[in-house]
Nanobody
Framework: QVQLVESGGGLVQAGGSLRLSCTASRSITSIGAMGWYRQPPGKERELVATITSGGHTNYADAVKGRFTISRDSSKNTVYLQMNSLKSEDTAVYYC????????WGQGTQVTVSS
């Protein structure tokens, strides 16, 4: 079992930056893949970015070139650096870990004001 705790959300103006953190309750080197998803108001949850244990990354087209996913195994933490934020990035952001099953964090709100 894996518990995930997200932090770093908040209110930011368009063009600004935020960094989200997701800390796992177990070593992330044993977790196959981790990632970030988001759910905008009134919409379905969607992929933002993923990173494998080998460091391979994947991004949604909407965030390529603006967001960067990374991991620090010494801290059991995955980060999402979000730059050049737009109002359409407003959403609840969820951390995901795939370790036999899928585990989700509680979500953190990101609000981008235009």
């Amino acid at each position: 079992q894996v518990q995930l705790v997200e932090s770093g959300g908040g209110l930011v103006q368009a063009g600004g930056s935020l960094r989200l953190s997701c800390t796992a309750s177990r070593s992330i080197t044993s977790i196959g893949a981790m990632g970030w998803y988001r759910q905008p108001p009134g919409k379905e949850r969607e992929l933002v970015a993923t990173i494998t244990s080998g460091g391979h990354t994947n991004y949604a087209d909407a965030v390529k070139g603006r967001f960067t996913i990374s991991r620090d195994s010494s801290k059991n933490t995955v980060y999402l650096q979000m730059n050049s934020l737009k109002s359409e990035d407003t959403a609840v952001y969820y951390c995901l870990a795939r370790y036999l099953f899928e585990y989700w964090g509680q979500g953190t709100q990101v609000t981008v004001s235009s």
